[in-house]
């Protein structure tokens, strides 16, 4: 028998995608005064920098136009500092300004805060168990990737 559409992890995973970033959508812009997509970009600068607009197309799960735009809009308010890419000249290097020190400090405390509000009602070790859960998901579903290891195999790794 197939499983229901609506107990696939897929399925309930869109769902709480939505049902949080309904949620995030309104607290970006009153707590950093960005949208949620540049807040998002934003957090990933700080945190990944210094990057390249195609890093941060990679790490902010963007396209390259988008992290552009994005790079762009945050430039123009003086969040983000843009500078020539020492080894490529025609690269640039993503980088916060203060002001964006500021602000990425502001979001990351609100990042925290959603993370608690969402994941609040799982016990540590239900989150912890839950966050090596993604951790394997998401790098097998990278391209490219594959997994030989039996399943006890891979187990007994993510628990060393």
């Known amino acids: 028998m197939n499983t229901p559409l609506d107990r696939t992890l897929t399925y309930r995973l869109h769902q709480l995608h939505k049902l949080t970033d309904m949620g995030s959508q309104s607290v970006y812009p009153e707590r950093t005064g960005l949208s949620m997509s540049d807040g998002r970009c934003l957090t990933t600068i700080g945190t990944f920098e210094p990057l390249s607009v ?9 396209n390259k136009g988008q992290a552009s735009r994005a790079a762009q809009a945050l430039v123009d308010q003086g969040l983000v500092l843009k500078a020539d890419h020492p080894g490529d000249g025609r690269g640039v290097v993503l980088t916060l300004t203060p002001t964006g020190r500021e602000v990425f400090e502001r979001a990351m405390a609100m990042v925290h805060q959603r993370n608690q509000d969402i ?24 391209p490219g990737v594959v997994t030989d290891a039996p399943q006890d195999a891979q187990s007994s790794i993510q628990h060393r």
């Open 54 to 62: 195609k890093e941060l197309a990679d790490k902010g799960n963007l």
């Open 119 to 142: 994941f609040g009602c799982l016990t540590d070790k239900e989150q912890a168990t839950l966050s090596g859960l993604f951790d394997r998901l998401i790098a097998h579903a990278r």
